[in-house]
C-alpha cells in the first residue's frame, strides 16, 4: 500500500496555501514550508523555459516520490510525497485535491489572505472527505505521522500582508539582536 507522505499545495508564486505531512519525511522537509515551495515552485518552471512540451513530473526526494501538477482553478500546483512510486495514487490525489479547490466554496478564494475558519474548513474537506475517497482503494488515508499533534502543519495564507511583513521584520530583528549580543 503507497502511504501518502505529505501534501504540499501553493500557488503560481510559490505562497503556500496548505502543507501537511502525514509519515516519516515530516521532520526534515518540512521545518520551513516557504523555502521548500520557493525551491519546487522554481524547479517546476525551469521544464518550461527549455520548450512549452516539457513538465517536471516527479522527482525523487529520500524515500519519497514527489509529484507535481498543476490544478484549476487558477494554476495552483500539488506536490504529493508518496512512499512508493505510485502514479495511479498520485492522480486520484490530484483529482481529488483539484476538485476541492474547484468546488464553490473555494473557487474564486484570494488564497494570499484568508481566515482561519476558511482554511479550517478547506483543511477539514480535504482531510476527512477528499483524500479518504481518493485513496479508499488503496487502503485508505490515514496520518502517520510520527509527531502525532505536533506534526507540521503550515500555511501563512491566514496572515494579512502586514502581519507577514511585520512577522519577518521582528524575526530579522531577534536574529539582528542576538548576533550583536554576541549569540551568534
Given at each position: 500500500?503507497?502511504?501518502?507522505?505529505?501534501?504540499?499545495?501553493?500557488?503560481?508564486?510559490?505562497?503556500?496555501?496548505?502543507?501537511?505531512?502525514?509519515?516519516?519525511?515530516?521532520?526534515?522537509?518540512?521545518?520551513?514550508?516557504?523555502?521548500?515551495?520557493?525551491?519546487?515552485?522554481?524547479?517546476?518552471?525551469?521544464?518550461?523555459?527549455?520548450?512549452?512540451?516539457?513538465?517536471?513530473?516527479?522527482?525523487?526526494?529520500?524515500?519519497?516520490?514527489?509529484?507535481?501538477?498543476?490544478?484549476?482553478?487558477?494554476?495552483?500546483?500539488?506536490?504529493?510525497?508518496?512512499?512508493?512510486?505510485?502514479?495511479?495514487?498520485?492522480?486520484?490525489?490530484?483529482?481529488?485535491?483539484?476538485?476541492?479547490?474547484?468546488?464553490?466554496?473555494?473557487?474564486?478564494?484570494?488564497?494570499?489572505?484568508?481566515?482561519?475558519?476558511?482554511?479550517?474548513?478547506?483543511?477539514?474537506?480535504?482531510?476527512?472527505?477528499?483524500?479518504?475517497?481518493?485513496?479508499?482503494?488503496?487502503?485508505?488515508?490515514?496520518?502517520?505521522c510520527s509527531m502525532g499533534d505536533q506534526c507540521l502543519i503550515h500555511t501563512n495564507a491566514s496572515q494579512s500582508r502586514a502581519q507577514r511583513i511585520?512577522?519577518?521584520?521582528?524575526?530579522?530583528?531577534?536574529?539582528?539582536?542576538?548576533?550583536?549580543?554576541?549569540?551568534?
Amino acid at each position: 500500500m503507497p502511504v501518502l507522505e505529505y501534501l504540499l499545495i501553493y500557488t503560481q508564486s510559490g505562497l503556500p496555501i496548505y502543507s501537511k505531512c502525514y509519515g516519516t519525511f515530516c521532520r526534515a522537509a518540512f521545518k520551513n514550508p516557504e523555502l521548500l515551495t520557493g525551491f519546487l515552485s522554481a524547479v517546476e518552471t525551469i521544464p518550461l523555459t527549455i520548450s512549452s512540451d516539457f513538465s517536471l513530473q516527479s522527482v525523487k526526494m529520500g524515500n519519497s516520490e514527489m509529484r507535481f501538477t498543476k490544478t484549476t482553478p487558477g494554476g495552483h500546483s500539488v506536490v504529493i510525497g508518496l512512499g512508493e512510486d505510485a502514479p495511479d495514487v498520485a492522480n486520484e490525489v490530484f483529482s481529488a485535491v483539484s476538485e476541492t479547490l474547484a468546488s464553490e466554496r473555494f473557487v474564486n478564494q484570494d488564497w494570499s489572505i484568508i481566515s482561519a475558519e476558511l482554511m479550517a474548513s478547506f483543511e477539514d474537506e480535504l482531510l476527512k472527505s477528499s483524500l479518504p475517497r481518493a485513496l479508499h482503494d488503496y487502503g485508505g488515508f490515514e496520518d502517520q505521522c510520527s509527531m502525532g499533534d505536533q506534526c507540521l502543519i503550515h500555511t501563512n495564507a491566514s496572515q494579512s500582508r502586514a502581519q507577514r511583513i511585520w512577522g519577518a521584520i521582528k524575526d530579522k530583528y531577534a536574529v539582528l539582536k542576538k548576533k550583536m549580543s554576541g549569540g551568534i
